[in-house]
């Protein structure tokens, strides 16, 4: 083997490390995200929500119906067999029922009861049958 010549520089085996003002040579790449984000996920979510609430809307319907005429049922008679006042006739409302409110009517001696955005019924004082769900409109 030859000597090394003086000339040609000699890599040392062990190089320096980069100063803090050196850039780095090569910034690494980015890896791809898999999943694409949350945005996927929202629109699965809201689709199947949306489903959900389209399969269960006519059972929402229903029980709303009958929630406003129980309510409106008990609160003519509260009101006008019992003679009380509108507003503590909503103390005697099954619990779940928080939703629906009464709305009286003293000139046709009814009451109404109400779920909101579903269902509306009306019942009415029938004198000595006590009161009468009317048929729904």
Same mark, same amino acid.
Not at 72 to 96: H, K, L, M, T, W
Not at 112 to 124: F, Q, V, W
């Given at each position: 083997? #030859?000597? $090394?010549?003086?000339?040609?520089?000699?890599?040392? $085996? !062990?190089?320096?490390?980069?100063?803090?003002?050196? *850039?780095?040579?090569?910034?690494?790449?980015?890896? $791809?995200?898999? @999943?694409?984000?949350?945005? $996927?996920?929202?629109?699965?979510?809201?689709?199947?929500?949306?489903?959900?609430?389209?399969?269960?809307?006519?059972?929402?319907?229903?029980?709303?119906?009958?929630?406003?005429? #129980? *309510?409106?049922?008990?609160?003519? @008679?509260?009101? #006008?067999?019992?003679?009380?006042?509108? !507003?503590?006739?909503?103390?005697?409302?099954?619990?779940?029922?928080?939703?629906?409110?009464?709305?009286?009517?003293?000139?046709?001696? @009814?009451?109404?009861?109400?779920?909101?955005?579903? *269902?509306?019924?009306?019942?009415? #004082?029938?004198?000595?049958s006590g009161c009468v769900l009317l048929p729904a409109e």
């Amino acid at each position: 083997m #030859y000597p $090394p010549d003086p000339a040609t520089p000699q890599e040392s $085996p !062990n190089p320096a490390p980069p100063t803090s003002d050196a *850039a780095p040579a090569f910034a690494p790449a980015r890896r $791809p995200r898999k @999943s694409g984000g949350c945005l $996927p996920w929202v629109l699965i979510i809201a689709v199947m929500l949306t489903s959900y609430g389209i399969w269960k809307f006519p059972s929402f319907k229903a029980q709303a119906e009958l929630g406003a005429s #129980y *309510a409106a049922r008990v609160g003519c @008679s509260c009101r #006008y067999v019992q003679g009380r006042d509108i !507003n503590s006739c909503e103390a005697d409302f099954e619990p779940g029922m928080e939703l629906i409110s009464l709305t009286d009517d003293p000139d046709t001696k @009814s009451v109404i009861g109400r779920a909101p955005l579903l *269902a509306s019924r009306t019942a009415r #004082y029938a004198g000595t049958s006590g009161c009468v769900l009317l048929p729904a409109e």
